[in-house]
């Protein structure tokens, strides 16, 4: 893995690729993650791309970076949706 630095604080004390949590029941986990909606004027098959987000956290100073799986594919989905 390459030597990666904290954007804060310069700490190289990162922690990649942590899952985000959002409230559960005993059993369930839900990942948060991110959408955008193809056709958001559609009354249904709005086309919608989901992708789940993932944490970089700073040990040092707490600063969090997030990203996502396939940036691509929700930029195509949105795109789509501006030119309509």
């Known amino acids: 893995m390459e030597n990666m630095k904290c954007s804060r604080?310069?700490?190289d004390?990162?922690?990649?690729?942590?899952?985000?949590h959002d409230r559960y029941r005993v059993g369930h986990e839900n990942c948060i993650g991110i959408e955008v909606?193809?056709?958001p004027g559609a009354a249904i098959?709005?086309?919608t791309h989901k992708?789940?987000?993932?944490?970089t956290a700073c040990g040092d100073c707490g600063?969090?970076?997030f990203t996502v799986d396939n940036p691509?594919?929700?930029w195509e989905t949105y795109t789509k949706s501006q030119s309509q």
Do not use: D, Q, W
């Not at 004390?13 to 985000?20: A, E, G, S």
């Open 63 to 65: 600063n969090v970076e």
């Open 45 to 47: 098959f709005k086309e």
């Open 51 to 55: 992708e789940f987000m993932r944490a």
């Open 37 to 39: 909606l193809g056709k």
């Open 72 to 74: 691509k594919g929700l």
């Open 9 to 11: 604080c310069g700490s």
């Open 13 to 20: 004390k990162i922690m990649p690729n942590l899952r985000i």
